[in-house]
């Protein structure tokens, strides 16, 4: 397995795509292998998680349910990319907001729901993004997505613009959350910050600012994020030549490698029989 295999947190700037980020990581580790586990908005900041080499091919196993944000709700504007980047397409007044009426608001979003993506994003609809139809101004329909939002927390307000965290479902989009903020305070609005904090157990708090990143940046091994026990085996042979090994295991799935090298995915199909999933080298 390539040495440089693995994991990297990188702290996104504003003004860069997710495309950016993983353009320049080529460079820096010499590869072509690279990918993440969910993009940002040009204009979010926050944690990108960053697949390298092999990792790539861990990508179905990571577990990344779980996103938290930090963001902030502008009252009195709605755009046609839900945040305060777009183009104007309807402004209106709006009760200033206060103590009690954000708290309740906030609230009231905490559950399973349905949430309609916006049309300014990369879900595809009859094999074409979203956002390829909003800019040639077609119309398609865009179905709800099931959804649930964990916690609602506030962290301040005035009386046009609310900052929250919010735990959310992947899948979930802030910029459709904040107009549906706005739209049940009796009025517009739209996204005027966002900044995700940890997707799954991963933290912005260990991420790496993408201007320090070399090839000596040390990478987070994917056995510490599949969710999933390590089985250390020895016959490397077995596993490079997707043979069936025998294990004494209880799981259904097992991550196999040597010598603190991730190889590969077993799924359990007898007793004690284990066959190769995936690959990872």
């Given at each position: ?38 993009t ?27 996103k ?16 305060i ?113 940890k997707?799954?157990?991963?933290s912005?708090?260990n ?35 997707g ?8 799981a259904e799935?097992?991550?196999?490698g ?24």
């Amino acid at each position: 397995m390539n040495p440089n295999s693995g994991i990297l947190l990188v702290n996104k700037e504003s003004g860069r795509t997710s495309f950016d980020v993983c353009h320049q990581l080529q460079r820096v580790f010499f590869t072509k292998q690279i990918g993440h586990t969910g993009t940002l908005d040009p204009n979010a900041t926050g944690l990108l998680v960053v697949l390298i080499n092999q990792a790539t091919k861990a990508l179905p196993y990571l577990k990344n349910d779980r996103k938290t944000y930090v963001a902030e709700m502008r009252l009195g504007k709605k755009t046609d990319t839900g945040d305060i980047w777009g183009n104007i397409i309807e402004e209106k007044a709006y009760d200033p907001l206060t103590s009690a009426t954000v708290n309740n608001l906030l609230e009231s979003f905490i559950g399973k729901q349905q949430q309609t993506p916006p049309m300014y994003s990369a879900i595809k609809v009859n094999g074409k993004k979203l956002y390829e139809y909003a800019r040639a101004n077609q119309q398609v329909e865009v179905k709800k997505r099931d959804i649930e939002i964990f916690s609602m927390q506030l962290i301040s307000f005035s009386e046009d613009s609310l900052a929250f965290k919010a735990e959310v479902s992947s899948g979930t989009y802030i910029r459709t959350l904040c107009e549906d903020m706005a739209e049940r305070h009796g009025s517009v609005g739209s996204m005027s910050a966002l900044q995700r904090i940890k997707v799954g157990n991963l933290s912005l708090d260990n991420a790496y600012r993408l201007e320090d990143v070399t090839i000596e940046t040390p990478l987070i091994d994917i056995k510490e994020i599949i969710p999933f026990s390590y089985v250390e085996y020895e016959n490397t042979k077995d596993i490079f030549n997707g043979r069936d090994i025998f294990l004494e295991e209880e799981a259904e799935k097992v991550l196999i490698g040597h010598e603190g090298s991730s190889l590969a995915v077993y799924i359990r199909v007898s007793e004690h029989r284990y066959h190769c999933e995936r690959g990872l080298w």
